[in-house]
């Protein structure tokens, strides 16, 4: 807010918090969150005051709030609600972090079985009154006119830009991974257990990267940035956090079940890397792309292997001419 950015995205839990957060820190009150902490069913209340941290001659900008969602019936829950502007409805399809399949199922390779039921229900959406974008193999311009002519605004691209000269992938990998793509000779898999969040996580298969068994085996598990860790009651009374991604001794001396452990990768560590800031030269990255690379395949083609963020919306762009 004090960047003034225009909108803010949320894809993680349910963010029904974040517009009156908005509202405590545009009204210089004390704003509350309720964090989920294992084993205190009420949660843990934190508090900011904002008078503490920014000076009253800064005006905060309220951002637009758009929720990430999956399914259409969280949409339904949100649809009243004061401080949601739209949604952005990401399928399974998409890079990153995924929800979890409805089924409950796995393959044999671990990868969680999808059906039409993980998909939303986009005549739903309409009829909540609210703007909608779609994600997850959206990135082309047939795609996007098709979720234009569902009743979306629009779409949400990664993989497509992930990949344009401005990213800021770690660049030698950004050309290794483009030139996988334009021979075809690249898999993206959804890894029900890497990701220590618990939720399935798109992964691209790459040698030398924590898609492979033995790299994950033989690097260090250490959690030092601690965006996904999970806070818990200690005996104490007080609140710690814990991450199934750090040493497993750590985490089960800290109260964690040892199931939860097994196969997870540091995914901050990891993504940190692939943007070129590795905390040592010898941290392992994962690459995390969406499952249709087809437009990245086309764009390195046209422009002679690189292709910039303003010729991915010119592309894009030509499903309205």
Same mark, same amino acid.
């Given at each position: 807010m004090?960047?003034?950015v225009?909108?803010?995205?949320?894809?993680?839990?349910?963010p029904?918090q974040f517009p009156? $957060?908005?509202?405590?820190?545009?009204?210089r009150?004390?704003?509350?969150?309720?964090?989920?902490?294992?084993? *205190?069913?009420?949660?843990?209340?934190?508090e900011?005051?904002?008078?503490?941290?920014?000076?009253?001659?800064?005006? $905060?900008?309220?951002?637009?709030?758009?929720?990430i969602?999956?399914y259409?019936?969280?949409?339904?829950r949100?649809? &009243?609600?004061?401080?949601?502007?739209?949604?952005?409805v990401e399928?399974? &399809?998409a890079? #990153?972090?995924?929800?979890?399949?409805?089924?409950?199922?796995v393959?044999e390779?671990?990868?969680?079985v999808y059906?039409?039921?993980?998909?939303?229900d986009?005549?739903?959406?309409l009829?909540?009154g609210?703007?909608f974008? $779609?994600?997850?193999?959206?990135?082309?311009?047939? /795609?996007?006119k098709?979720? /234009?002519?569902n009743?979306?605004?629009?779409?949400?691209?990664?993989?497509?830009?992930?990949? +344009?000269?401005?990213s800021?992938?770690?660049?030698?990998m950004?050309?290794?991974?483009?030139?996988? !793509?334009?021979?075809?000779?690249?898999?993206v898999? @959804?890894?029900?257990?890497?990701?220590?969040? #618990?939720?399935p996580?798109?992964?691209?298969? !790459?040698e #030398? @990267? $924590?898609s492979?068994?033995? !790299?994950?085996?033989?690097?260090?598990?250490?959690c030092?940035?601690?965006?996904?860790?999970?806070a818990?009651? /200690?005996?104490?009374?007080?609140i710690?956090?814990? +991450?199934?991604?750090?040493?497993?001794?750590?985490?089960?001396?800290?109260? #964690?079940?040892?199931?939860? @452990?097994?196969s997870?990768?540091?995914?901050?560590?990891?993504?940190?890397?692939?943007?070129g800031?590795a905390?040592?030269?010898?941290?392992?990255?994962?690459?995390? *792309?969406?499952? &249709?690379?087809?437009?990245?395949?086309? *764009?390195?083609?046209e422009? &002679?292997?690189?292709?910039?963020?303003?010729?991915?919306?010119?592309?894009?762009s030509?499903?309205?001419?």
């Open positions: 004090m960047a003034e225009d909108y803010a995205l949320v894809g993680a839990g349910m029904e009156k $957060l908005f509202n405590d820190f545009i009204n009150q004390t704003a509350t969150y309720k964090l989920d902490v294992y084993d *205190l069913p009420n949660g843990y209340d934190l900011l005051n904002l008078k503490d941290y920014v000076p009253k001659e800064i005006t $905060l900008k309220k951002p637009r709030f758009i929720p969602i999956s259409d019936v969280l949409a339904k949100f649809k &009243d609600s004061e401080g949601i502007d739209g949604f952005i399928g399974p &399809d890079g #990153g972090h995924n929800s979890k399949s409805r089924n409950k199922k393959d390779k671990r990868e969680p059906t039409d039921k993980d998909y939303a986009l005549k739903k959406m009829e909540y609210k703007p974008w $779609l994600a997850g193999k959206y990135g082309t311009p047939e /795609k996007l098709e979720a /234009k002519e009743g979306a605004i629009g779409v949400q691209v990664g993989s497509d830009f992930a990949l +344009c000269n401005e800021g992938f770690e660049k030698a950004a050309k290794h991974v483009r030139d996988f !793509i334009v021979a075809e000779e690249i898999e898999m @959804t890894d029900a257990d890497l990701s220590p969040s #618990g939720f996580f798109k992964k691209a298969l !790459i #030398g @990267t $924590l492979q068994k033995d !790299i994950i085996e033989k690097t260090k598990r250490i030092t940035l601690g965006y996904l860790v999970h818990y009651l /200690k005996e104490n009374g007080s710690g956090f814990r +991450c199934p991604a750090e040493k497993p001794e750590t985490f089960i001396k800290k109260g #964690g079940d040892p199931e939860d @452990t097994k997870k990768i540091c995914l901050c560590r990891a993504l940190i890397a692939a943007c800031n905390t040592d030269s010898e941290e392992p990255m994962v690459v995390t *792309l969406g499952k &249709d690379l087809q437009t990245v395949k086309k *764009l390195i083609q422009h &002679d292997g690189n292709y910039s963020a303003e010729e991915v919306i010119v592309f894009l030509s499903s309205n001419k």
